[in-house]
């Protein structure tokens, strides 16, 4: 079992800069967890991803949404997720959501399904 905490969602003005946190413990090895990433989501709309890390190589993948404005970074000493949020807009608006999981096809690692782990959210609104 995994368990992820998020921290570091807030309201923000358009074009302002917020960091997420994510907290991991538990059975984070490789053979259980080979990427890790943030999803979000708002009311009516499906889960969408926004950045995943493949742990093992460090390779990151972002949404065109966010590419060039969000950065994923991991601190394994702390076992820690973070994702570094610039130049932000509305849109961004969403609860954000830490993942992880042991994705068997990395053509999929933006999508949520194959994420077993997850955390409880941190909402991040961006006021025009």
């Known amino acids: 079992q995994v368990q992820l905490v998020e921290s570091g969602g807030a309201s923000v003005q358009a074009g302002g800069s917020l960091r997420l946190s994510c907290a991991a413990s538990?059975?984070?090895?490789?053979?259980?967890?080979?990427?890790m990433g943030w999803f979000r989501q708002v009311p009516g709309r499906e889960r969408e991803g926004v950045a995943t890390?493949?742990?093992?190589?460090?390779?990151?993948y972002y949404a065109k949404s966010v590419e060039g404005r969000f950065t994923i970074s991991r601190d394994e000493t702390k076992n820690a997720l973070y994702l570094q949020m610039d130049s932000l807009k509305p849109e961004d608006t969403a609860m954000y959501y830490c993942?992880?999981?042991?994705?068997?096809?990395?053509?999929?690692?933006?999508?949520?399904?194959?994420?077993?782990?997850w955390g409880q959210g941190t909402q991040v609104t961006v006021a025009s």
């Open positions: 538990g059975d984070t090895t490789i053979d259980n967890v080979n990427y």
């Open positions: 993942a992880a999981g042991r994705v068997i096809d990395w053509e999929h690692n933006l999508l949520p399904r194959p994420y077993k782990y």
């Open positions: 890390l493949y742990i093992r190589t460090g390779s990151r």
